[in-house]
């Protein structure tokens, strides 16, 4: 892959590198990330259905709460943030 077609993303103040295409769950998977967020309980979740239907990849991305990242493309310079539940309420029932 050409080095344009690479670049870097920012999650939780850490950069890591992207990939033309490739969704912010996918490039945070190659990265060795596992945890996308918290829930009320402080139980970790992270990818598990992969095409959107689950919600359990939900994170802070570019100040925009409860994006799904298994299907949001990385783009140059986007900032996540792992979600952590207890700050908002009414997202779990």
């Known amino acids: 892959m050409a080095e344009s077609e690479t670049f870097e993303i920012e999650i939780d ?8 295409g490739q ?14 967020r918290q829930t009320r309980k402080d139980e970790p ?13 939900r994170m802070t991305v570019n100040g925009v709460p409860n994006t ?3 299907v949001t493309e990385a783009s140059p ?3 996540v943030q792992t979600q952590r539940e ?7 029932p």
């Open 77 to 79: 310079g986007c900032k």
């Open 86 to 92: 207890r700050q908002q309420k009414g997202i779990e």
């Open 23 to 36: 969704t912010i769950a996918a490039a945070l998977l190659v990265s060795g990330l596992r945890t996308f």
């Open 68 to 70: 799904r990242t298994c």
């Open 45 to 57: 979740r992270g990818l598990f259905c992969g095409i959107g239907v689950c919600f359990e990849c």
């Open 13 to 20: 103040g850490r950069r890591i590198q992207a990939k033309k």
